[in-house]
């Protein structure tokens, strides 16, 4: 069974930083590449960033290029988000994600809140 779960989410000032993390079990995981991706409140769902199974290409929305950075550890079989000078416009549910080209995975979410 595939699970994914986040954690790192929290309370964070303006300008500040948070690392999330994601544990995934349950399949190959460094075969697959993985995503993170957020819901605000009232909105739908938005891509973050992707990373291949390598590790070694990672592709980013344009509003959080040189902000945020994702990577993995294939050897921990997790995934992480660094999110540097966090914006109130940042603030979402953030969501772990892959698909093995039938269906899609996600986590149960972590909560960012970024306070103005």
């Known amino acids: 069974e595939v699970q994914l779960v986040e954690s790192g989410g929290g309370l964070v000032q303006f300008g500040g930083s948070l690392r999330l993390s994601c544990a995934a079990s349950?399949?190959?995981?460094?075969?697959?590449?993985m995503s993170w991706v957020r819901q605000a409140p009232g909105k739908g769902l938005e891509w973050v960033p992707r990373?291949?199974?390598?590790?070694?290409?990672?592709t980013y929305l344009d509003y959080v290029k040189g902000r945020f950075t994702i990577s993995r550890d294939n050897f921990k079989n997790t995934v992480y988000l660094q999110m540097n000078r966090l914006k109130p416009e940042d603030a979402a549910v953030y969501y772990c994600?892959?698909?093995?080209?039938?269906?899609?995975?996600w986590g149960q979410g972590t909560q960012v809140t970024v306070s103005s």
């Open positions: 349950g399949f190959s995981f460094g075969s697959y590449a």
């Open positions: 990373i291949n199974g390598g590790g070694f290409s990672t």
């Open positions: 994600n892959t698909y093995d080209g039938v269906v899609p995975y």
